[in-house]
């Protein structure tokens, strides 16, 4: 099942369809849920409908993935750029400060 397509959908879809299989202690049926979109006055309803039918339907069949907000992309990105920062200049701290202090640690400034 590699040509499986998992959507990315909004995190309060995500919330939306989560707190749907939980209320009938993980038993609601995607048939369940997809009933839920059509109840106007639903607590869940707006959630729903917010993307299209399609999308909903391949979300519940494939499994789905949280689409990030902006704050989570952004510490996403500052996260990555810091551990390939601290994976170079980092190493290249500690190897100056053990060689300038005259001390040799094997694997690290020493053979």
Not at 39 to 53: C, E, H, V
Not at 59 to 70: F, I, K, P, Q, S
Request: charged share 25%; aromatic share 8%; net charge negative.
């Amino acid at each position: 099942m590699s040509n499986v397509n998992k959507p990315v959908i909004p995190a309060e879809v995500a919330d939306a369809i989560e707190e749907l299989r939980t209320l009938r202690r993980g038993e609601a049926t995607n048939r369940d849920i997809l009933l839920r979109r059509e109840r106007i006055g639903n607590p869940y309803y707006t959630a729903l409908i917010s993307i299209p039918y399609d999308t909903l339907m391949a979300a519940l069949v494939n499994g789905y993935e949280r689409e990030l907000t902006e704050e989570q992309r952004k510490h996403d990105i500052l996260r990555e750029a810091y551990f390939e920062l601290l994976g170079t200049e980092f190493a290249s701290g500690i190897n100056y400060t053990l060689t300038t202090l005259g001390v040799a640690v094997s694997g690290v400034n020493a053979e």
